[in-house]
Nanobody, 117 residues
Framework: QVQLVESGGGLVQSGGSLRLSCAAS????????MNWYRQGPGKQRELVAG???????NYADSVKGRFTISRDNAKNTVYLQMNSLKPDDTAVYYC???????????WGQGTQVTVSS
């Protein structure tokens, strides 16, 4: 079955950096459209960054120029490099993929990112 396991969250000061990782199994990773979402306190879950077709990426306006999504197909892992972090980036970050004939959403368990001012 599909499994997504995130790691790399933590507490960082404003202006700092973190790199999140998501190890995937149960999918053909090299063609999977991997995404990162986040849900802040009292907020709806939102798309932060993702791969669309091939290596094409898209980003939320709020993170453009600061966050970078990347993937290592040999390790079945997708990354989210987060630089110039702000308190507003505080959230639980989730790895996501739509997979299968019915394009079901699969989610990791989430990893907490807290940015202090």
């Amino acid at each position: 079955q599909v499994q997504l396991v995130e790691s790399g969250g933590g507490l960082v000061q404003s202006g700092g950096s973190l790199r999140l990782s998501c190890a995937a199994s149960g999918i053909v990773f090299s063609i999977a459209p991997m995404n990162w979402y986040r849900q802040g306190p009292g907020k709806q879950r939102e798309l932060v960054a993702g791969f669309t077709s091939g290596d094409t990426t898209n980003y939320a306006d709020s993170v453009k120029g600061r966050f970078t999504i990347s993937r290592d197909n040999a390790k079945n892992t997708v990354y989210l490099q987060m630089n110039s972090l702000k308190p507003d980036d505080t959230a639980v970050y989730y790895c996501n993929v739509k997979w299968g004939w019915s394009h079901l959403d699969y989610w990791g368990q989430g990893t907490q990112v807290t940015v202090s001012s």
